[in-house]
């Protein structure tokens, strides 16, 4: 990131072959690791479809309302006054609250124990939808610590 007046030219992503959308299209770069975008676009793709065959509804809109529950609308940014660090909240941006709810989907589906990747990236896609499981609960902790620490807000800037 630079420092000065120059800012960040984000990247533009392609959506993705099966769907057309650059949701799913992102959360399948999310899921890849060491370049392998079959594998990763093949979990993706068979988690959505399960997770939509159990809830009863689209692939997409079921990746969608997943994202959109984990997302957090408020977090915490450390600001340095007067010798003191002060954990401010902050209004977190569209694009970054979506990042870090799909970072939390596939981080907690990872940490689940058993089954395979499609099953675990599946069920933490239905339990979000359903406004449960890991992902939602540290959504609720990033919104329970910018909450404790409403009284610093006149720190942001």
Partial sequence: ??????????????????????TVAKFIVKV????QK????????DAMQLASQRLDGDPVEVLEHAI???????????????GATYQVPVEV?????RSLAMRWLIASARARSGKSMVEKVAA????????????IKRRDN???MA???RAFVHYRW
């Fill in 38 to 45: 079959a594998t990763a676009e093949r979990i993706a793709y």
């Fill in 1 to 22: 990131m630079p420092r000065r007046t120059k800012r960040v030219v984000k990247r533009t992503v392609s959506p993705d072959a099966k769907y057309g959308s650059l």
């Fill in 93 to 97: 941006e569209k694009g970054r609250g």
């Fill in 142 to 144: 990033v919104h329970r």
């Fill in 68 to 82: 959109g529950n984990a997302t957090p609308l408020l977090m915490v940014k450390p600001r340095r006054v007067g």
């Fill in 147 to 149: 909450e404790a620490n």
């Fill in 32 to 35: 890849m690791l060491r370049g």
């Fill in 124 to 135: 933490e896609l239905i339990d979000a939808v359903q406004g449960q499981g890991a992902a």
